[in-house]
T-cell receptor
């Protein structure tokens, strides 16, 4: 079974631009979560989607948004990029929204210059 | 105070040693716990998923949860150079939004 697929793997953007990251979950997994990973803060929860609905949201500004499609694929968008948004963005899928382990993709490395 | 605290290391051990990795958490409502291994330039790879207290064993890995002291541990037996990676612990109250430690860097020396 294929794992979680994230595209693109690397992105370089300029301050003020916006970016869209894509995630395809493991087949049959209906819950998708997004995390930001930085050296200083570790993994921080962004949001979680199940059945195209956002169920939970972390403590990030409104510039960070996401959505989930009917096939469970998900995208996250960051508008008006700041230097501090440089990070590894990880998508994780799980079978159910609760009581189910997270399976991560290899992430999208975003660099903002 | 972070929800999950983890000693960043680095930890260096000889091949074949038993490795003990530890985390503490602050939220007494946490019931779900996970351990991940992350290699450089890769995403976290799930090692163990446990619910509530007690031990769980999978091959060379044993996860231990002590809810009374809010302490979680991962033991690696017969450590191999291929175990060299960063290890992440995580906890959750309802099994959806997980809080992660910042990771412990482990090097196993041949």
């Amino acid at each position: 079974k294929a794992g979680v697929t994230q595209t693109p793997r690397y992105l370089i953007k300029t301050r003020g631009q916006q970016v869209t990251l894509s995630c395809s979950p493991i087949s049959g997994h209906r819950s998708v979560s997004w995390y930001q990973q930085t050296p200083g803060q570790g993994l921080q929860f962004l949001f979680e989607y199940f059945s195209e609905t956002q169920r939970n949201k972390g403590n990030f500004p409104g510039r960070f948004s996401g959505r989930q499609f009917s096939n469970s694929r998900s995208e996250m968008n960051v508008s008006t990029l700041e230097l501090g948004d440089s990070a590894l963005y990880l998508c994780a899928s799980s079978l159910r929204p609760v009581d189910s382990p997270l399976h991560f993709g290899n992430g999208t490395r975003l660099t903002v210059t | 105070q972070k929800e999950v605290e983890q000693d960043p290391g680095p930890l260096s051990v000889p091949e074949g040693a038993i490795v003990s990795l530890n985390c503490t958490y602050s939220n007494s409502a946490f019931q779900y716990f996970m351990w991940y291994r992350q290699y450089s330039r890769k995403g976290p790879e799930l090692l163990m998923y446990t619910y509530s207290s007690g031990n769980k064993e999978d091959g060379r890995f044993t996860a231990q949860v002590d809810k009374s002291s809010k302490y979680i541990s991962l033991f690696i037996r017969d450590s191999q150079p291929s175990d060299s990676a960063t290890y992440l612990c995580a906890g959750s109250e309802a099994g959806n939004q997980f809080y992660f430690g910042t990771g412990t860097s482990l090097t196993v020396i041949p």
